[in-house]
């Protein structure tokens, strides 16, 4: 991945991010999922007084791609931070939990990219396979 098309996806990370509903936890997530061509679908957190029934912002990027039809992903980026926080700029990375990496894996294959970014220009790049490591699903068959 260059390091443009990773800037162009936190970028929309961060745009996502602004839409998150997160009013118990406080921490507004936002992501960008990047289609074999070139397509981006955003998705934020959004949670509910069950939590249980909470859907993160990587889910729901996924949840969007799918409904419209796509099937095959090359990245997302992750952005996550307090809401007082400014999104360009979050003081941690955010990683996807684990239903989010087992619902990736449906769909991508263990070289499937995830930028997990503090900023443009502070990120970091691993493999589905490296978080993910023995996964299973459709993806990483």
Not at 49 to 59: P, V
Request: charged share 20%; proline share 6%.
């Amino acid at each position: 991945m260059t390091p443009q098309v990773a800037a162009a996806l936190i970028r929309a990370a961060q745009d996502a991010r602004l839409h998150a509903y997160a009013p118990y936890s406080g921490y507004y997530v936002g992501a960008a999922l990047l289609t074999e061509d070139d397509r981006v679908y955003l998705g934020c957190n959004i949670e509910n007084a069950s939590y249980g029934i909470t859907n993160c912002a990587e889910r729901t990027a996924l949840f969007n791609a799918v409904s419209e039809g796509e099937r095959s992903f090359r990245a997302i980026a992750i952005v996550g931070s307090p809401q007082d926080t400014d999104p360009k700029d979050a003081p941690d990375y955010a990683y996807p939990c684990g239903a989010c990496r087992q619902a990736l894996s449906e769909f991508c294959g263990p070289d499937f990219l995830v930028v997990a970014a503090k900023s443009v220009t502070d990120y970091e790049v691993y493999s589905l396979g490296e978080l993910m490591p023995k996964g299973f699903g459709a993806g990483m068959l």
